[in-house]
């Protein structure tokens, strides 16, 4: 149980496109999703909290903006990296809460891969 | 501001040795504490937690001990095998909040 997907898995793109990467919660469903950012060789980094039915919640320095969060259903949750740019590659991963288990603990998406030309 | 902390950023056990990886918190209000392992190009996998009620605890070939004086966690692996090769993170989850901050991670490395 608790299985996390992403879609898509690796993505390139040009300089000023945006890109839609999907979250969903496979055999639960999922009132709260993480969306983390993964730089090479370094660790994960919390960008924002996304909430079924209301908005997202940003960290510190992370653009609302740019990076649009959308999770209109228990099992989905969209992040939208807009006019993305070189500096946007990056790996990024999401992670949903089970509320069936220990509500805590976080299972991850196999992550994203976002190449930007 | 406030961060979790590895003191070995590589650590290279031979395959059948027990591995121990250590860990440093900061935040005294952390209440939960996960250790994940993640493999190159993969998401976290979760492989052991802990509450700050608890010490220890045990699962299948690793035990998790946390002491809270001194704001330091480890994971022991016990007959480390090529397998447990990855990067390993330890995070906590401060009290009352949805968030994991995350450690720096160390790189686990399995030699024959």
């Known amino acids: 149980g608790a299985v996390v997907s992403q879609h898509p898995s690796r993505v390139i793109c040009k300089s000023g496109t945006s890109v839609k990467i999907e979250c969903r919660s496979l055999d639960f469903q999922a009132t709260t999703m993480f969306w983390y950012r993964q730089f090479p060789k370094q660790s994960l980094m919390l960008m924002a909290t996304?909430?079924?039915?209301?908005?997202?919640?940003?960290e510190q320095g992370v653009e609302k903006d740019k990076f649009l969060i959308n999770h209109a259903s228990l099992t989905l949750s969209t992040l939208t990296v807009t006019s993305a740019h070189p500096e946007d590659s990056s790996f990024y991963i999401c992670s949903a809460r089970d509320p069936a288990g220990d509500q805590e603990t976080q299972y991850f998406g196999p992550g994203t891969r976002l190449l930007v030309l | 501001g406030e961060s979790v902390g590895l003191h070995l950023p590589t650590l290279s056990v031979q395959e059948g040795d027990n591995s121990i990886i250590n860990c440093a918190y900061s935040n005294s209000a952390s209440d939960y504490f996960i250790w994940y392992k993640q493999e190159s190009g993969k998401g976290p996998q979760f492989i052991i937690d802990?509450?700050?009620?608890?010490d220890k605890r045990q699962g299948q070939r690793v035990t998790v001990l946390l002491n809270k004086t001194v704001k330091h966690l480890s994971l022991q692996i016990a007959a480390t095998q090529p397998g447990d090769s990855a990067v390993y993170f330890c995070?906590?989850?401060?009290?009352?909040?949805?968030?994991?901050?995350f450690g720096t991670g160390t790189r686990l490395q399995v030699f024959p």
């Open positions: 996304s909430n079924e039915g209301s908005k997202a919640t940003y």
């Open positions: 995070a906590e989850s401060l009290y009352n909040t949805d968030k994991l901050i």
């Open positions: 802990i509450r700050s009620n608890m």
